[in-house]
């Protein structure tokens, strides 16, 4: 069975004033999900935030296992990989692969791998979903974890 993925620590939908917090993330992952934050360094300092930075990161949750760190830049990236997370960059590509080794996939895009993370971001028919993939990442993983 796949492990579910709150974005941006959301669990049933979105939540723009939440999402990124870490007392938010936290919860999230608190209640068993695994956690995609967004993160982004700014003078210097690492961040949580998607637009731009919101809040201070704490080191000790983003090295948890199921934290999955979402570089927003190139910069964030290097700043990541230096500090042994678990994280990824990218753009629109169909697939990238994480510092861990898991192919963290674009909407639409569904390989079926034991190593394979799906990001669904409404799109996703749960009769569909491969039991056998690593991961689902979505707003709305309660209800795959449910289904």
């Known amino acids: 069975m796949p492990i579910f993925i709150a974005h941006r620590g959301n669990i049933n939908g979105v939540n723009p004033e939440e999402e990124n917090t870490l007392s938010y993330l936290r919860r999230a992952h608190e209640f068993g999900y695994g956690v995609e934050c967004d993160l982004q360094v700014h003078n210097d300092v690492l961040y949580f935030g998607h637009d731009e930075p919101q809040e201070p990161v704490d080191y000790h949750f983003i090295s948890q296992p199921n934290v999955f760190c979402h570089a927003k830049s190139v910069d964030t990236m290097i700043v990541l990989l230096n500090s ?3 994280c990824f960059y990218h753009q629109k ?3 990238t ?3 861990f080794g898991y192919m963290w996939c674009y909407p639409g895009f569904h390989p ?4 394979a993370i799906w990001l669904d971001l409404g ?3 749960i009769p569909s979903i491969d039991k056998k993939i690593y991961g689902i990442c979505g707003d709305n993983v309660n209800v795959f974890k449910n289904a």
């Open 112 to 115: 079926k791998d034991k190593r």
């Open 93 to 95: 590509d169909d697939m």
């Open 97 to 99: 692969m994480t510092s």
């Open 123 to 125: 799109n996703i028919p």
């Open 84 to 86: 042994g997370v678990h």
